[in-house]
């Protein structure tokens, strides 16, 4: 019997390879605000951490230790105002990416079953329904969502878009989910990352959203982006405990588990909230300097109140904002890549060091 690959979109990354050499050839060099990769430190004090767990001959637990666990359930009720959470309803994952693309199989998905997620969304969630032959919806409007709905995606605070929904937009879709029989998921990974405040976006959790019932909710989050862990692949989900067990279950046939080490940093990461102060302040005046130089070179600026990047247009095809600012050496992504249609907004990364935002600013000047 012949074999049938996968059938997956092209790597939208590929498309922007050519005016990535564009910019690389500008003579000052290029300024890359295209990847939402951390380029600060990673807090000492994480790091000490996992240096001391280095000694890690057993195998880990697919569960997590008793202390990360412990720290996720007082983590969500002392930084999201979740209560009632045990540690039966708590997991650590490989990252969030890999439990995005792999939720739709580790719930038993198929070609019948439809995955709802943002018309405005990170690919990966589009990515997962592929993987298991399920259909992806793009659709912000739960009325919209048809009977054979198995999985909803939400993403608040937006990748790409930054947008935020409160709790009753929140309550509303959990709504919809439960009548429709589909498990609901909240990608929540930039919630730190707040510029309207220092407190945390809502999260799915909040017992204003599900008041004391979780069943069905599930709530994923990253340590990458507020304590600068991407390369530790430090993530987790919460929500009902019935899901939790079947994840937990399959997880462990599978030999997803985090490592020792990153397990105990990830405990430390999670007690400490001063250095996701200090980063959040870092990326706030980075902000704060990047707005006002695209708004002077022409740019408006939508949503964008949370999270890593700026959701910007000039009002034409993003493809054209992005060969225009590869040519000052500025590359950025459009929004094509998120099924934007049609595609005029481009994704401005702040995750640059200071010294990189001050140039890309002095080169947006040059387009005022």
């Known amino acids: 019997m012949a074999r049938t690959p996968l059938s997956l979109p092209n790597f939208p990354w590929d498309a922007l390879v050519p005016y990535a050499k564009i910019a690389?050839?500008?003579?000052?060099?290029?300024?890359?605000?295209?990847?939402?990769?951390?380029?600060?430190?990673?807090?000492?004090?994480?790091?000490?951490?996992l240096a001391a767990a280095t000694d890690a001959h057993a195998y880990p637990t697919t569960m997590g230790t008793a202390q990360l666990r412990e720290a996720i359930v007082e983590w969500f009720e002392r930084r999201r105002g979740v209560t009632g959470l045990t540690v039966d309803n708590v997991l650590p994952t490989i990252g969030s990416k890999e439990l995005v693309a792999l939720l739709p199989m580790l719930l038993g998905l198929g070609k019948d079953d439809v995955v709802v997620?943002?018309?405005?969304?990170?690919?990966?969630?589009?990515?997962?329904?592929?993987?298991?032959?399920?259909?992806?919806?793009?659709?912000?409007?739960?009325?919209?969502?048809?009977e054979n709905t198995a999985l909803v995606w939400l993403n608040s605070p937006g990748n790409p878009d930054g947008r935020v929904a409160d709790v009753v937009e929140l309550g509303a879709a959990v709504a919809r989910a439960r009548e429709?029989?589909?498990?609901?998921?909240?990608?929540?990974?930039?919630?730190?990352?707040?510029?309207?405040?220092?407190?945390?976006?809502?999260?799915?959790?909040?017992?204003?959203?599900?008041?004391?019932?979780?069943?069905?909710?599930?709530?994923?989050?990253?340590?990458?982006?507020?304590?600068?862990?991407?390369?530790y692949r430090a993530a987790f989900v919460a929500g009902c405990s019935g899901l939790i067990a079947e994840l937990l279950a399959v997880r462990k046939h599978a030999g997803l588990i985090a490592p020792g080490p990153v397990q105990e940093a990830m405990v430390t990461a999670?007690?400490?909230?001063?250095?996701?102060?200090?980063?959040?302040?870092?990326?706030?005046?980075?902000?704060?300097?990047?707005?006002?130089?695209?708004?002077?070179?022409?740019?408006?600026?939508?949503?964008?109140v949370a999270g890593?990047?700026?959701?910007?247009?000039?009002?034409?095809?993003?493809?054209?904002?992005?060969?225009?600012?590869?040519?000052?050496?500025?590359?950025?992504?459009?929004?094509?890549?998120?099924?934007e249609a049609p595609p005029r907004h481009v994704r401005i990364a702040l995750t640059a060091s200071d010294d990189t935002i001050a140039d890309a600013v002095a080169r947006l000047e040059l387009l005022a």
């Open 24 to 49: 690389q050839s500008h003579p000052d060099g290029v300024v890359d605000l295209s990847v939402g990769s951390p380029v600060d430190p990673t807090p000492q004090i994480i790091r000490d951490t």
């Open 180 to 231: 429709l029989g589909a498990v609901i998921a909240s990608d929540e990974c930039y919630a730190e990352l707040n510029w309207n405040g220092s407190d945390p976006t809502p999260s799915i959790l909040d017992p204003e959203v599900v008041g004391n019932d979780r069943s069905s909710v599930l709530a994923v989050y990253s340590l990458s982006k507020q304590s600068n862990l991407a390369g």
């Open 308 to 339: 890593l990047y700026l959701w910007a247009t000039k009002n034409e095809d993003s493809w054209q904002t992005v060969g225009d600012l590869a040519q000052t050496g500025i590359l950025v992504v459009p929004g094509s890549f998120y099924g």
């Open 270 to 304: 999670l007690s400490d909230e001063a250095h996701v102060a200090h980063q959040r302040e870092l990326y706030r005046s980075r902000r704060a300097k990047l707005i006002p130089a695209l708004e002077r070179a022409g740019f408006h600026i939508d949503d964008s």
């Open 117 to 146: 997620h943002p018309s405005v969304a990170y690919p990966t969630y589009a990515i997962g329904a592929a993987l298991v032959g399920a259909t992806a919806l793009a659709s912000d409007n739960p009325a919209e969502w048809p």
